[in-house]
């Protein structure tokens, strides 16, 4: 089968886009599909958009320099002087972003997207309560780092229950306000178990509130960010078991990062690994406009094939070749650059947008770079 999507493009004049999710890849899905003429539908289980953003511990702040965390045309306001932003800052730009836009009236709240089927070449989305929508075409934006909170199977004799004290994940944490956290930690011995910012962030509050009397320890085996089942909560959304096994997992192909090459009907946004989720889900979603609106077709399913393998060599070659988090190397933010100079290719734009060659050389790329496209 060759792209089997432009032929389902292009029988349908209007394509009907469902994007789930309303956390910032949802809203740029929803913002360049609008900018290209279709009218998309979000789906969002949460009353409100933001995702990750919109239940954040106090400490929360943002670890991607703001310059690198900006859509592209929408820079942060002048208020905003720290390079770091902190989470009621990051949530007050999306608001505002999704409310110049106009991009909230696309939403639907409290639709958890229970499955999605694929029929021939269109896909099916039913939600709550037991509604089906049929689409042309699926953008799943449900995030990487919410919903599936990733807790260890531990022997009853051994885990929760041989311990007396209360065990509670990271989300769950996040999700109370600020006194409640302080109370909950409260000259209480607390040991934190897993490493990177939500650990770390948690460790500093645990610190902040009971000083020397009660030191917080942090244990964990590696330093990678691990707190959620990412690929069990995309794969629970399929029905099929063959798309569940080949759309999931460290393995698994994905052309330009969002598409796998056997469901051409579908794109994946905000699960590549990233040092700006913003940045990354931005230049795809662009991307997806430009393909949505006949701008440019898919290669052959062999071609994708082959162009994900590449990609994959490349990764593994910086990487220890065994380890399954191979994705996560520091190469994977230089590869951003060339990606999205693939990307602008494939849209037709001159990947290069610095004014000067002196700027081409020796200057960095922002997502500004590319608010033309
Ligand atoms: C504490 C913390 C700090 C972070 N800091 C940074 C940072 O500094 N830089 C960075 O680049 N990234 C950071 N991230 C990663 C963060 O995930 C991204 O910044 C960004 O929020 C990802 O957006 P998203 O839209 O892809 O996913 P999310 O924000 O997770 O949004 C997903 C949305 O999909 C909805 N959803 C899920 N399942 C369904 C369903 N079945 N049906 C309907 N709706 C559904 C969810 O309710 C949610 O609203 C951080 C994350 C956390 C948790």
Not at 305 to 328: I, L
Request: aromatic share 10%; net charge positive; charged share 25%.
């Amino acid at each position: 089968m060759d792209s089997s999507i432009s032929s389902c493009t292009e029988q349908k004049k209007e394509k009907n886009i469902a994007i789930i999710g309303a956390g910032i890849s949802g809203l740029l899905a929803c913002k360049h599909a609008m900018e290209k003429g279709f009218n998309p539908v979000v789906f969002e289980t949460r009353p409100n958009i933001g995702g990750a953003w919109s239940s954040t511990m106090d400490s929360t702040k943002l670890q991607t320099p703001k310059d690198y965390f900006q859509f592209s045309d929408f820079p942060w306001p002048d208020s905003v002087s720290e390079t770091f932003p902190n989470h009621n800052q990051v949530m007050n730009y999306i608001k505002s972003y999704a409310l110049l836009l106009r991009l909230l009236v696309s939403i639907m709240y409290h639709q958890s997207t229970r499955k999605i089927y694929l029929l021939g070449v269109c896909g099916v989305v039913p939600a709550r309560p037991f509604r089906v929508h049929e689409v042309d075409f699926v953008i799943l934006c449900v995030g990487n780092f919410s919903d599936l909170p990733n807790v260890p199977d531990i022997p009853i004799s051994k885990g929760e229950n041989a311990f007396n004290g209360e065990v509670i994940h990271s989300m769950d944490y996040g999700a109370m306000d600020k006194i409640e956290a302080a109370k909950f930690i409260e000259d209480k011995k607390v040991v934190v178990v897993g490493n990177h910012k939500s650990g770390l962030d948690i460790a500093a509050e645990v610190v902040k509130t009971n000083g020397v009397r009660h030191p917080c320890t942090l244990v964990f085996r590696r330093a990678i960010w691990s707190g959620y089942k990412s690929d069990q909560k995309i794969s629970n959304i399929f029905t099929s078991s063959d798309f569940k096994n080949c759309i999931t997992g460290s393995s698994a192909p994905f052309y330009r990062e969002c598409i796998h090459p056997k469901i051409p009907q579908l794109a994946i946004l905000g699960y590549s690994e990233s040092p700006s989720t913003l940045f990354t889900s931005e230049m795809r979603s662009k991307w997806l406009a430009y393909f949505l609106a006949g701008k440019f077709k898919l290669p052959t399913i062999k071609q994708m094939e082959e162009d994900a393998k590449e990609w994959e060599k490349v990764a593994r070659r910086y990487y220890n070749n065994d380890d399954e988090n191979y994705k996560r190397a520091c190469v994977g933010a230089l590869l951003q650059i060339h990606c999205n100079d693939l990307l602008c290719k494939d849209m037709g734009c001159n990947p290069k947008k610095k004014k000067w060659p002196f700027q081409e050389l020796f200057s960095t790329y922002h997502p500004s770079d590319y608010a033309d496209i």
